[in-house]
Structures are given as structure tokens and as C-alpha cells.
């Protein structure tokens, strides 16, 4: 008898745009589970409420949950919303004491004290709610080390019980944080001091909830192809390549998509202008309206390049850094908006001031004006170390803003080199991570602008026209999933939906 029931995943996240952001995790978890629901799935999400949301819009449910903590029985609220556009449930953990703060993890730089107890809370809790509603999911979705002990849970505190039915999938978003902590701590996970040991928790010393998600999940996933590839060896696998290299048959690499609604050049709200590739008159009007509001002279001619993103060491904005004196001697813009290390922020912020005449950089986190920069700016960089996937570059090349970018991750993936002599490509892409060969290769971007302004226009338009939908991306995932139900069930899904065949995704090397 086939199952009625379409396939129910439950997503377990610590961010999930709009409610909840600080980078490309909070937007995957809020795209990624609405083309899941095009495509038939019952698809359902659990975040913290934290604070700064919009509580009053949220459905509180009746009664509470009990979430055990290694303190005693934790007693949380839950509230229902939706992802905007959609009917997919968004249940909101409330517990004040750990997320009525005023950062998600911390100050930026720096994370809270007690972040393992905080994200083990809700790691617990999406289990426990997921029991209290009776939601049974066949597939539990986990999003880096935040939610990395629901697998392991799954596995050991759900064992031989209906939650343990359900296979577990992890996605790496960034391997650079694995929730390493002292070992002493092994107690606030509530599991047995006995899973401390070198296959599970234990690494070089100390406690890494990351090491044992990958231990412990049914498959594991990344943001693309070659972080999948990468995170494999030593040079990019931060200590845990060895047990990637081990799973490296479970381990697949699917590209993220971008919400197209939300970052769309004909629709976007926060644009001054509309444009698309048929009619680009709309970009130019967002290139002054840039320009003014950077306090740059208003000239069409010049280029003018963006810069958005933390600045933290993954983003290679030092590089930028010890190059801005030679580029800003040349006849250029730039304008960039980051938050981060204190020292970024300090340098970028005293050039801005000394430089008004080419350079402004606003510190802080900004929505409308990432959009305002993705649209306004003629070219993008992105000098990442490393790099997972990647958001910024795609919505570069939606708005038609030539990304610049390291040849690393999924940057590789989605940004096409320009050829000078066929004039083919999306972008500009460099490997030396120096400061000559960035240096280097904006001025290539620059002459181009100058010398073929064809070529620009050219590779603007097949910028715009490249396909970054989470349709594909959704497609990898139902794929995924049903692999991950056969192992673990030992059967394949027998329910609607829909039309994917239960074969692995894109697989990493
Ligand atoms: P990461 O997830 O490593 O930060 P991504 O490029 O995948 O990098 O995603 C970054 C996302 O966060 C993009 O949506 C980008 O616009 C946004 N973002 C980063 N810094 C800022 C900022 N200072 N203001 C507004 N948006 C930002």
C-alpha cells in the first residue's frame, strides 16, 4: 500500500530569514523550505524566538513544552508564523533566558558564554515539540553546528523510540564553526560523558558537537560542489577532513539557490529604480542614487564597486585592506558595507573618512542598502579565503553587477571567468589570495569598463540571465531525502510526492 502522506521534514535552524539573519544560513533556511513545499513536501521549521522579532504577530500555542536541560525540565512557549508567501509553519522556541538578547550568538566576533547550552535547547526542543505535535517527520533537516546534536539525539536519547525512525540530514554551511568547546562541558548536552570519546564528541582534546553530527547523521550535505570537494582535504577541512574523507560517499554538494522574489531588479522594494536585462535604464538611475547617498560624485562614467559582507577573516577583506590605496589611486568608486572585526571596521571606516572623494564604507547591517549596493554598483568583489556557496556573488549577478571573486568554493561554481578575447564570462575570478593579485585583477575589471564597455554589457545581460532558483537546488534536496529515508528505513518512501527518483544528489568527489 502506498503511504499517503507526502514526505514530512522538519528543518531545525538557528536562523531563518526574514525573522532571523546574520548571513547566508538565515536565508537558506527560509527559501530552501518553501520550494520544498512547491514541490509537495510537508515541510516545517523551527527557530528560537529571539528578541527583535515580532512576537505579537506570532500564534502563541496552548500549553508548553518540556525540554530537558542538564539543569532540570525546561518549560518553553511556542509560537507559530509562517514564511512569508507561503503556508509553511515556523515554530518559535520561547525561552527568554537564552535568546531575549540582543545577538543571535553574540557581539559580532565574539559568541555568548553559553552558546552550547543555548543551541542544545533548541536542538532538544525542536525534537520534543516535533513529539508534542505528533508531526512523525520522515526526514529531520539539521543546519550546521547550532542544530548538530538533533542527529545525535535522534540516535541515542530517541533510540528504539518513533522520532528514531526518522533519518537525519546535516548541512555544513560553514565548517570554519564546529562548536568546539572545553570537554568538561560534555555534561550540558545531557548525553553520557561515555559518547566523549575521538569518534563521536571528542577532537584533538575538546568537545566538537560538529565531529559528532557528522558521526552520526544518515547523509550529510554542503552549499556546493567544490566546498564539498575542498572541505575533503586538510587545506580546507579545519580538522575534520579526516572524517569527511571517511564519509565522503554520504557527503553531496548542492548549490544554494536565492530567493528570486526577495532579490529581484524589477520588483525589489527597496530600490529607487526597476530594471532587468531587457531594459537596464533603471540600473543607472540606482548607480546615482548610490553614488548620493555614498556621498560620491554623481558620474555614470566611473565605475563603481560594491562590497557587502562580514568582516571577518573568511571574507579576505584584509586583502582588500592593503590594497585600497593602489586601486583608490586610480578612477574609481568603491563603496562597502560590512560589521565584524573591530580592526576591519576601524581601518574601513578612517579611509571612508579621509577618502570621500572615492570611497565610502558604512559599518553596520543594513538590508535595504545590501540591495541598494547589488544594484547600484557596476562590479562586486568578493576576495573570500574560502567559501561555502556564497549568496552575494549570486545576487550580484542577478542585478547585473559583475562579481570579482576568489577561484575558491562555490564561487567557482557560479561565477564564469571573463575571456578577453571572446568576451565570454560572468565575472572576474583570481587564486593568489595577495593583495597584488586582487589588486591586479580590479584593474582588469576597471579597463574593461574602460576599453570594452561591450564586453561589460555583454556579460551583464548572461549575468542576468543565469537560473540561481531554489527550484534546482529543491529538486537535489528531495533526492537527497529520499535517500536518506531508504537507509534509514530500508525501504524506499512509497508516498506522493513527486516525481524524483530516490538517487543520490550532485555527489562530491
Ligand atoms: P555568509 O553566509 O558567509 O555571511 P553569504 O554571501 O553566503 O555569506 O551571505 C551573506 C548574506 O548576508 C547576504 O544576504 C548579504 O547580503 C548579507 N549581509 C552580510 N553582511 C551584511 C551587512 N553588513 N548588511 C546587510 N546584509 C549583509
Redesign the pocket.
Known amino acids: 500500500m502506498p503511504d499517503p502522506q507526502p514526505l514530512r521534514v522538519l528543518h531545525v535552524a538557528s536562523e531563518v530569514a526574514p525573522f532571523a ?5 538565515g ?1 537558506v533556511c527560509g527559501a530552501l523550505p518553501k520550494a520544498l513545499r512547491r514541490r509537495g513536501i510537508d515541510v516545517r521549521v523551527v527557530v528560537p524566538l529571539y528578541a527583535g522579532m515580532d512576537w505579537e504577530s506570532l500564534e502563541r500555542l496552548d500549553g508548553t513544552i518540556e525540554v530537558p536541560m542538564w539543569w532540570g525540565p525546561a518549560r518553553a512557549a511556542v509560537r507559530l508564523g509562517h514564511l512569508p508567501g507561503s503556508d509553511v509553519p515556523v515554530y518559535f522556541l520561547e525561552f527568554h533566558r537564552y535568546y531575549d538578547r540582543p545577538y543571535i550568538y553574540g557581539r559580532p566576533g565574539d559568541g555568548y558564554e553559553d552558546n552550547l547550552e543555548r543551541f542544545t535547547f533548541l536542538s532538544r526542543g525542536a525534537l520534543e515539540l516535533a513529539k508534542a505535535l505528533h508531526l512523525a517527520p520522515d526526514v529531520i533537516h539539521a543546519h550546521d553546528w547550532q542544530t548538530a546534536l538533533v542527529p545525535v539525539y535522534v540516535n541515542t536519547v530517541e533510540w528504539a523510540r518513533p522520532l528514531h525512525g526518522a533519518a537525519t540530514v546535516f548541512t555544513i ?2 565548517l570554519a564553526h564546529q562548536g568546539v568547546t572545553d570537554g568538561g562541558a560534555m555534561f550540558v548536552t545531557g548525553l553520557g560523558q561515555h559518547h566523549y570519546n575521538p569518534g563521536e564528541f571528542e577532537h584533538f582534546g575538546s568537545l566538537n558537537v560538529m565531529k559528532a553530527a557528522l558521526h552520526h547523521s544518515t547523509l550529510l550535505s554542503t552549499v556546493s560542489p567544490t566546498y564539498a570537494r575542498e572541505i575533503q582535504s586538510a587545506a580546507h577541512g579545519c580538522g575534520l577532513d579526516g572524517i569527511l574523507r571517511s564519509r565522503h560517499r554520504d557527503l553531496h554538494g548542492i548549490l ?1 539557490g536565492i530567493d528570486v522574489e526577495e532579490w529581484n531588479p524589477a520588483t525589489d522594494r527597496h530600490l529607487p529604480a526597476h530594471f532587468s536585462a531587457a531594459s537596464l535604464e533603471g540600473k543607472a538611475a540606482c548607480k546615482a542614487a548610490l553614488q548620493a547617498e555614498a556621498g560620491l560624485p554623481v558620474n555614470p562614467k566611473v565605475p563603481l564597486f560594491g562590497v ?3 568582516l571577518t577573516p ?2 579576505g577583506l584584509d586583502i582588500l585592506a592593503h590594497c585600497m590605496e593602489r586601486v583608490l589611486s586610480w578612477d574609481v568608486q568603491v563603496v562597502l ?3 565584524g572585526d573591530r580592526e576591519a571596521e576601524h581601518f574601513f571606516g578612517s579611509l571612508s573618512d579621509r577618502r570621500r572623494d572615492r570611497f565610502r564604507a558604512w559599518i ?4 535595504p ?2 540591495h541598494r549596493i547589488e544594484a547600484g554598483a557596476d562590479f562586486f568583489i568578493m576576495p573570500s579565503r574560502f ?7 549570486l ?1 550580484s549577478l542577478r542585478y547585473g553587477t559583475l562579481p570579482i571573486v576568489r577561484a575558491t568554493g562555490g564561487l567557482v561554481d557560479t561565477v564564469e571567468g571573463y575571456r578577453e578575447a571572446s568576451g565570454e564570462g560572468t565575472g572576474f575570478l583570481f587564486s593568489d589570495l595577495t593583495p597584488d593579485a586582487l589588486a591586479n585583477t580590479l584593474g582588469w575589471a576597471a579597463s574593461t569598463w574602460y576599453d570594452r564597455p561591450g564586453h561589460v554589457d555583454a556579460m551583464r545581460r548572461r549575468a542576468m540571465a543565469q537560473d540561481f532558483s531554489w527550484a534546482r537546488a529543491a529538486e537535489a534536496y528531495e533526492r537527497l531525502y529520499l535517500e536518506a529515508y531508504r537507509r534509514r528505513r530500508g525501504h524506499a518512501f512509497a508516498g506522493p510526492p513527486g516525481g524524483a527518483t530516490p538517487a543520490p544528489g550532485a555527489r562530491a568527489g
Open positions: 539573519k546574520t548571513g547566508g544560513l536565508d554551511h560553514n544554494n557587502v559582507g562580514r573568511q571574507k558595507l560590512g560589521a553596520g547591517f543594513s538590508e542598502r545590501a567559501e561555502p556557496c556564497g549568496l552575494n556573488q545576487y
